[in-house]
């Protein structure tokens, strides 16, 4: 037979658990839900700003020195190459450009990180449990992101997000025409992230991004729709990836598996290490 104290403390414990189940889901009923794919709501193009067409239309406001950059490499892409846009590499986009959705985003809440990842590879973490700024982070492509929680209505439930994110590596840029961020990866990025209150299967990012390569905090909003049959697709960049880079220069392999040249009267790479096969005389 149990003892009395031992039926007290099953008790006791019961009580406790079912103090904690509550508490925590009364917890997660404070987050909105923003569950399922998300992609980019506007039609056309792929571009970072959605309000305005793609390439210089854009209207990136860039220095003088990054405004050069740019149109190097257009030229580039003109003559068949990548220009400054090296995702070909399998290099992530990083952020901002990672927040754009082109191809889904999912965002996962927990009362001290949220998850954003992305569908075509990796994702980022959003800490919101108060803490303060890392000292000798690692940094990252999509560095490293700070955020909080807002109830600006004051219903007892948050619906806005606040995030800055900074400490990132690169080269980074904001879309694939090749509209550079600055060398120094010196970036720091504010968004906003809040639901459309009228519609649930809308949310709203302002994103401010501030580098040096701009002449000033530039600030656009991105719109994503949530998709009501999501499909998750397995995408890794590497799988059947034809570009090869040998030093400096981009090179393509063929569809009999041999090297061939990404751009006109392009030179071959050094081949100095192998042996190479002569034509014997005649």
């Known amino acids: 037979m149990r003892s009395k104290n031992s039926s007290g403390a099953i008790a006791l414990t019961a009580a406790i658990l079912m103090t904690i189940v509550g508490a925590q889901a009364q917890d997660a009923n404070k ?16 571009r970072y700003d959605p309000s305005k067409p793609p390439g210089r239309a854009q209207e990136i406001p860039l220095t003088a020195e990054y405004q050069a950059i740019y149109e190097a490499g257009l030229k580039d892409q003109a003559a068949g190459g990548q220009g400054n846009n090296l995702t070909y590499r399998c290099i ?6 990672a927040m754009t959705a082109q191809q889904g985003i ?35 492509f999509n560095g490293y992101s700070i955020g909080k929680w807002l109830d600006t209505d004051g219903d007892g439930r948050y619906e806005t997000l606040e995030v800055e994110t900074r400490n990132f590596k690169g080269p980074r840029t904001f879309d694939g025409n090749g509209h550079p961020l600055h060398a120094d990866n010196e970036t720091v990025i504010h968004e ?5 209150k009228a519609n649930p299967d809308r949310i709203y990012n302002d994103i401010t991004t501030i580098d040096h390569a701009l002449t000033g905090p530039y600030a656009v909003n991105k719109t994503y729709r949530r998709e009501q049959t999501p499909r998750w697709v397995e ?20 569809a009999d598996g041999l090297l061939m040249p990404a751009r ?17 005389p005649q």
Do not use: M
Request: aromatic share 14%.
């Open 31 to 46: 987050y909105p839900d923003w569950s399922g794919q998300w992609r980019r709501a506007e039609g056309g193009p792929n």
């Open 92 to 97: 992530p986009g990083g952020l901002p450009r």
């Open 106 to 140: 999912e965002f996962i809440i927990t009362p001290k990180t949220t998850y954003v990842w992305f569908n075509n590879g990796g994702g980022r973490r959003i800490y919101t449990d108060g803490r303060a700024w890392p000292e000798n982070e690692e940094p990252a």
């Open 192 to 196: 906003r992230i809040y639901l459309d």
């Open 235 to 254: 995408a890794s960049c590497t799988e059947n990836n034809q570009h090869v880079v040998i030093g400096k220069e981009n090179y393509y392999v063929s």
């Open 264 to 280: 006109k009267d392009q030179a071959p790479p050094d081949l100095r290490y192998f042996n190479q096969v002569r034509n014997s």
